[in-house]
């Protein structure tokens, strides 16, 4: 039988040699799969809910990693893993320890010497982090989640709220969202913090 999955625009696709790693053997189809990831992603906000976190928990490798597993290490073998293959999307597989370290370190300067405000220092990392693409699977919605620790443990604001919407599925809602991150492709992050507030 196997794992179908069919992808909308801006997904990365799963590679058959990172399928192999699904835990819950039974998942057939992208449905499927997208719920037992949201039941995952949601376990892991409840994680986060029960910690405070300073700036220099979060601003880790550790913790990104870490992120990545809580999230989706009920599904995934390889979850908090670097991927070990090159995408349609993100930096070159040997590249992405160097570049997350380089974000990481940017993003504290960018919080101690105020550089941008609260809401442009998590989007613009956020943005930074799906650029890296540091994982087989779940960039987009790890790297919200990262922009939303940012946002309330750091600097004491609410969650974003993403246009209120599933941003997994297609739709409206991620037809802008996507149209938000090719603006910032293009140097310009005022679409994206205004669709993370909105």
């Not at 992405?96 to 989007?123: D, H, M, V």
Request: proline fraction near 2%; include cysteine; glycine fraction near 6%.
């Amino acid at each position: 039988m196997g794992l179908d999955l069919d992808y909308t625009d801006g997904q990365t696709p799963i590679d058959e040699d990172e399928k192999v790693g699904l835990r819950i053997k039974s998942i057939s189809t992208q449905g499927e799969l997208d719920e037992f990831e949201q039941q995952n992603i949601e376990q892991a906000i409840l994680w986060l809910k029960k910690r405070k976190l300073k700036i220099d928990d979060i601003l880790t490798e550790e913790f990104v990693r870490k992120l990545h597993k809580q999230m989706f290490g009920q599904i995934w073998l390889w979850a908090g893993e670097y991927r070990k293959t090159n995408k349609n999307i993100g930096v070159d597989k040997f590249q992405i320890t160097t570049q997350l370290r380089t974000l990481l370190n940017n993003c504290k300067y960018w919080i101690e010497n105020q550089i941008f405000s609260p809401q442009e220092i998590a989007i613009r990392f956020k943005y930074e982090l799906v650029k890296i693409h540091c994982f087989a699977n779940g960039n987009g919605r790890h790297s919200r989640l990262m922009a939303d620790i940012l946002i309330n443990q750091i600097f004491g604001l609410e969650f974003f709220t993403w246009g209120s919407a599933n941003l997994v599925k297609h739709s409206d809602s991620r037809k802008q969202y996507l149209s938000a991150l090719r603006e910032a492709d293009k140097g310009n992050l005022e679409p994206l913090i205004l669709f993370a507030l909105s």
